[in-house]
């Protein structure tokens, strides 16, 4: 368990990480988002003792990580793969890792077998491609057999080969009742992976949900209608009790109705439309929307989302991309984990 209690950091007059008070407990993959500049890094970077808070405390389970003695038991954490000594052999950076926290040089060997790079083991790390630094930044992490892991955006530069092991992996850690803190900028990939959210912005908590409560909260479902002829169309269907939404367009939404019984109604009054469709706000817009006013960084131009907090979004998208809706099956990795028998005691 991570539990953060008004964490704080400020650099000069930049508040980086505006107190934090949330939890992270296992068993789950907690997501962490907030657009670029949100205070995900440092606030990591406060967890595993790498900066100091201004204020406030981070424990890791129950301590802070400077009273943790071999480190690497309690938390693996993968924050930049590229932070790696590039002249030391995969296998070699390993090992003076495992020296240091007193892991037995077999652990060596089964994490480059769990993330795939036991045939690489013996080449410099400096000639890797990314997706093959991050994996070796996570064989890092997983060194010490720890409960509680963390990755600073894991999927980013990563083939979809890449993408869909580390989402399996993390899932995978979380079953085992690990805790598992991940960070990301993306919801759609957040939508995939983990069950609960932490949303920050500028620094400050936005949201800590499950994922299931802010799917709900916020998958709105509607119809969009369009029609040469609104003022018809519109008393049309506020006589037949719909709540009708005129949109910047000239559109119509409908939350409470369904296209089938839609099309039926306008058909029946002979009112022509030009669009009947289905939609569904995706979770990426919700994000968005939460952290508009947050955002430091501003795409310009017209397909930027306008200035913050105008609400000003891309075209709605279906979402389809609910936890769970993922098929595929867990890759064989480290099984050695699912026996209970081979856990260290704590
Ligand atoms: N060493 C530093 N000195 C001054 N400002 C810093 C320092 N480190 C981070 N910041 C600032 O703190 C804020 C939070 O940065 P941080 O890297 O934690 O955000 P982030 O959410 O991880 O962003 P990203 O998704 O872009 O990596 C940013 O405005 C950043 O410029």
Redesign the pocket.
Known sequence: MIELQGLT?R??D????DHLTFTVRPGVVTGFL????????????MVLGL?APSSGDVRIDGRRYAQLSEPLKYIGALLDAKDVHGGRTAYNHLLCLAQSNRIPRHRVDEVLETVGLTAVAKKRSKGFSLGMGQRLGIAAALLGDPEILMF??PVNGLDPEGIHWIRNLMKGLAAQGRTVFV?S?LMSEMALTAEHLIV?G??RLLADTSMADFIQQNSRSYVRLRTPQPERLQDILTAAGHTVVSTADGSFEIQDGDAAELGTLAAQHQVVLHELSPQRASLEEAFMRLTAEAV?YHAGGPTGFGPAGTGALPQDVPAGQAPGQEQAPAPEWGAQWRNPGSRKGR
């Open positions: 950091k650099y000069g930049k508040t980086a990480v907030g657009p670029n500049g949100a205070g995900k890094s440092t606030t990591m970077r900066d600073d955006e960070s900028h920050i500028r620094g430091e």
